[in-house]
């Protein structure tokens, strides 16, 4: 690849990957509570999960308590 191709093909991924890092993934629980924030992990039936409105906390809820997660909605 040509170096100017290539500088311009990290560009774009640079500016893609910074746009994603704008939109919020959201958890949804089975009691119809959502909450906008970051999946942290998923290991041992617990999922990690910061939310945008209690100050950056991590809060960790068993599986059975998640109805769904919505990956990068604003």
């Known amino acids: 690849m040509k170096p100017l191709t290539r500088r311009l093909a990290t560009t774009a991924a640079l500016i893609s990957l910074g746009s994603l890092a704008a ?19 998923v290991r041992d039936g617990r999922i990690e999960f910061r ?6 906390r991590i809060e960790r809820y068993d599986v059975d308590e998640v109805d769904r997660i919505e990956f990068g909605r604003e």
Do not use: C
């Open 23 to 41: 939109f919020a993934d959201t958890l949804v629980l089975r009691n119809g509570r959502s909450i906008e924030g970051e999946v942290i992990s």
């Open 51 to 56: 939310g945008d409105r209690d100050r950056g």
